[in-house]
């Protein structure tokens, strides 16, 4: 191989492994403590589709049952989930990224691997959907 290619292909490499870091890097817009935002819950597809008063009455079910729910996403990879008294713990890292979506592999103990898509709507809000297909908007605490 001549030095021309030699050097070419160590660009290529470089600039995959540059790449390859920046999407598993934990976006800092994701870092932090999210809380169910109950009034961005209308916006919800599911919810969206339904008439007047019964995305009210989803909102307002929803909210009861899924209202002190908070996520925390942490720099070192950990991640906590905290529902109705109930704390799981587990990883997380980026599998893939654009400029509004970002689809996370969470592991947590005793649980499979589950894929989380976050789509980025600010930067204090998201909709996380989860493997289900269940969608819930967050906002930062």
Same mark, same amino acid.
């Given at each position: 191989?001549?030095?021309?290619?030699?050097?070419?292909?160590?660009?290529? *490499?470089?600039?995959?492994? /540059? +790449?390859?870091?920046?999407?598993?890097?934990?976006?800092?817009?994701? /870092?932090?403590?999210? @809380?169910?935002?109950?009034?961005?819950?209308?916006? %919800?597809?599911?919810?969206?589709?339904?008439?007047?008063? +019964?995305?009210? +009455?989803? %909102?307002?079910?929803?909210?009861?049952?899924?209202?002190?729910?908070? @996520? &925390?996403?942490?720099?070192?990879?950990?991640?906590?989930?905290?529902?109705?008294?109930?704390? /799981?713990?587990?990883?997380? +890292?980026?599998?893939?990224?654009?400029?509004?979506? %970002?689809?996370?592999?969470? &592991?947590?103990?005793?649980?499979?691997?589950?894929?989380?898509? *976050?789509?980025?709507?600010?930067?204090?809000?998201?909709?996380?959907?989860?493997?289900?297909?269940?969608? *819930?908007? *967050?906002?930062?605490?």
């Amino acid at each position: 191989m001549t030095a021309a290619r030699m050097a070419w292909s160590g660009t290529l *490499l470089l600039a995959w492994s /540059l +790449q390859f870091a920046a999407c598993r890097r934990p976006p800092d817009e994701l /870092l932090g403590e999210w @809380v169910v935002d109950t009034e961005g819950l209308a916006a %919800v597809p599911e919810i969206a589709a339904l008439p007047p008063d +019964q995305q009210r +009455q989803a %909102v307002a079910l929803a909210s009861r049952l899924m209202g002190d729910a908070r @996520v &925390t996403l942490r720099g070192d990879g950990t991640v906590v989930r905290e529902r109705a008294g109930e704390r /799981l713990r587990g990883r997380w +890292q980026v599998v893939r990224r654009d400029e509004k979506t %970002v689809v996370l592999q969470v &592991t947590r103990d005793e649980h499979p691997p589950e894929r989380w898509t *976050l789509a980025l709507r600010g930067p204090d809000r998201m909709t996380l959907t989860v493997p289900s297909g269940h969608a *819930l908007v *967050l906002r930062r605490r």
